[in-house]
């Protein structure tokens, strides 16, 4: 177990670059997406999720999916596309799930609701693509 800890540590350490560009990314989303509401005057307290929460939610599955890639690649690096992909629709369905809340709500709100919920899942969505492709290009 403990050398299991270790290694995790390790390769950690060796591949942090992409967390902590992960961690940027969504703080800079974040703050944007929050500067938009205050430019268009959108009030998100009705919102069944809050912004920080979604931003949460996403970054924690993002930073999880991307360090199971990094363990498959260290496995077995032919299956780490198969491995994104059912990453992304184990995500996909996640926020199915999350989202039908949204869906059944009936507030004024529900349509500004949604457009938030999809920009933020599709912002994480392009950026764990964009790290799972430079993953994949990397030399052994």
Known sequence: MLHLCINLFQMLLKNYKPFVQLFFFALAAYILHKASFLVLKVNPLNFYYSLEFLYLIFFGISALLYFILLIVKKKNFEIVGMAFLFGTFTQMLLGYLNLRPILESKSEEVEIEKINFF????????FETLLTVRLLNEKR
């Not at 920009?119 to 392009?126: E, K, N, V």
């Open 119 to 126: 920009i933020t899942f599709i912002l994480f969505l392009l």
